[in-house]
């Protein structure tokens, strides 16, 4: 089996088990991410105390990829700090991007799989939507944090 | 899960395809699917162009030495053979333009917008492709004029009945594809311009997914403007054409201003040139309008009807295939004729996870909202799978479809 098949598999099982998706009641701060050009959609929530991002959740509804993606970010995520969320956001808007899709070092192990979703870019997309609905989650858990 | 269906009465040999050479000898695994969005060319085409530059190349309108004629009367041929194939009058009646959509902007811009006033309507439909959608919304906006749409029935076509004021006073313009690029369905165009003649009101048609797949003729129809597309019809990319009858033409203003269009100019003024020239702002696409005419005279050469009912049948099959499976839902319903395009959903298959696997098994087909968001919207859609077919798909593209859902189905589902 090749590595491309192996990465293939893993993200059909995220597809088809995603974890952490569901219910985002009683998330600290929830983040939309959403592309009118295909309509897939989703919403990501923070479940946290101070810095610490103890369950990161989503939902919506979205091609294979989409779901998938979503659902390694929350296993990459949950249990991580703040702002390892935010640096792991930059990584992967540099892999997934708009640049030339360069692989930057250090991919977590848990995203690795990803790559199999680079030779297809009309498809990167559907990568980023999770991570762009983090990013908003996480604008918004940065005002609830700031000292009034 | 059974193994996929076989398409009944199939169309085991197509004696056209020999005639595509990236389908034929390039690409011969290939089930290309996706001629709603483009089409592949024929050799003769693709000879013609390369004529066109090694043989007859020049300036257009512009030159007295031999060369410069010979290109100019390439040109004026191309546009006579475009004109008669679609049944105009005149050949002046034929305009070049870069695309379908070049040419519904021109008319938006260049006669829709001088008359339009505050209060008029225009009409659109709720199939219309964004090309034939967006234009008429701008315009309504800057006019403030209003854009009214003629909806939808449950079987998807057009509920003529319901679109109440269509033929009233302030509707100034009716504009209506011939054939949907997502529905497959073709609209009533002649009878909707009947009716619109009697109450003095100008049709735009888009026959963008019509011309080159039926016979079309525009003086039959009755239409004041019709509006296609060379690279859709197995013709090049970077050519379009408008049809207009010469009475609305000779209304219209010039989309951009420039070279070949004048007769005279002086510091303040100018005075337009003749009919079509004023509509060729710039140095005409000469090599463009030749193989457009080439992939007009590679149809003629095999006829229109034969076209229509070869793909037809193909076309038939592929519903009655598709329409056996539990889990596929038409748009529309199966018992809604349509002709070279069927689009579908599969439960619990995303139609790009679909376009995708289909790809990657040699099946091009499309997935998305095909430009048509407002027509998505209404139906509650984010998009659909679709096939659509041409003159050199056979049975085998249509197998190889049904054998891609099934693999799909087992990795997806
Ligand atoms: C119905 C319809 N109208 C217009 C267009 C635009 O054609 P063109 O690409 O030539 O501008 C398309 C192309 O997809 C179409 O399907």
């Known amino acids: 089996m090749t590595t491309h098949q192996l990465y293939k598999d893993v993200l059909l099982d995220h597809y088809r088990h995603p974890r952490n998706k569901g219910n985002l009641d009683g998330a600290r701060v929830v983040g939309r991410g959403s592309n009118p050009r295909c309509g897939d959609e989703i919403e990501v929530g923070l479940f946290s105390h101070g810095n610490m991002l103890d369950r990161v959740q989503f939902r919506g509804r979205g091609c294979s990829i989409c779901i998938a993606a979503a659902s390694m970010m929350s296993e990459a995520l949950s249990g991580r700090s703040k702002t390892e969320a935010a640096q792991l956001s930059v990584v992967m808007h540099r892999w997934f991007g708009n640049g030339n899709g360069a692989k930057v070092e250090p991919t977590p192990p848990a995203l690795e799989a990803l790559s199999a979703v680079r030779e297809y870019p009309a498809r990167r997309k559907c990568v980023m939507l999770c991570w762009e609905a983090l990013s908003e989650a996480l604008f918004a858990l940065d005002q609830t944090l700031r000292p009034l | ?413």
């Open chain 2, 1 to 413: 899960m059974g193994s996929a269906l076989k398409i009944k009465r199939p169309l085991t040999h197509n004696i056209y395809k020999k005639d595509f050479p990236l389908l034929h000898d390039t690409h011969p695994q290939l089930h290309y699917l996706d001629n709603a969005a483009t089409t592949h060319k024929p050799q003769s085409v693709i000879d013609a162009i390369v004529d066109a530059y090694s043989q007859t190349y020049g300036p257009i309108h512009r030159g007295l030495y031999p060369l410069a004629e010979a290109a100019t009367a390439a040109y004026e041929e191309a546009r006579e053979t475009l004109a008669h194939f679609i049944g105009a009058a005149s050949s002046k009646e034929l305009i070049f333009t870069r695309s379908a959509t070049e040419a519904i902007n021109l008319v938006a811009q260049g006669w829709a917008r001088p008359r339009l006033r505050e209060g008029d309507c225009i009409w659109v439909t709720r199939m219309e492709h964004h090309s034939n959608f967006l234009p008429w919304q701008r315009i309504c906006s800057q006019k403030g004029a209003d854009l009214k749409i003629v909806e939808l029935k449950e079987d998807g076509m057009l509920d003529w009945e319901s679109a109440e004021g269509l033929f009233d006073r302030p509707t100034r313009l009716i504009v209506l594809t011939q054939v949907s690029n997502v529905l497959g369905v073709e609209n009533p165009v002649r009878a909707i311009c009947a009716k619109a003649q009697q109450a003095g009101i100008p049709v735009l048609v888009d026959g963008a997914q019509a011309v080159g797949h039926q016979p079309v003729n525009v003086r039959e129809l009755d239409c004041d403007f019709f509006t296609f597309s060379g690279h859709k019809m197995y013709g090049p990319t970077g050519i379009g054409a408008l049809y207009g009858k010469i009475e609305r033409l000779e209304e219209m203003e010039p989309l951009l201003l420039g070279g070949g269009i004048v007769d005279q100019v002086d510091d303040r003024h100018f005075t337009l040139g003749s009919i079509p020239e004023r509509f060729e702002a710039g140095s005409p696409n000469l090599a463009g309008a030749i193989g457009f005419a080439a992939a007009a005279n590679y149809l003629l050469e095999i006829g229109l009807a034969q076209v229509h009912t070869q793909v037809s049948q193909l076309s038939r099959a592929a519903l009655d295939a598709l329409s056996q499976c539990p889990d596929i839902r038409l748009l529309p319903g199966r018992n809604t004729q349509r002709h070279t395009i069927i689009s579908f959903i599969v439960d619990g298959i995303h139609p790009h996870d679909l376009a995708q696997i289909a790809g990657e098994a040699g099946v091009a087909i499309r997935a998305g909202h095909h430009c048509c968001q407002p027509l998505m919207n209404t139906l509650g859609l984010n998009g659909t799978a679709r096939l659509s077919l041409g003159l050199y798909n056979d049975a085998a593209d249509v197998d190889a479809l049904l054998l891609a859902l099934d693999q799909a189905r087992r990795l997806i589902g």
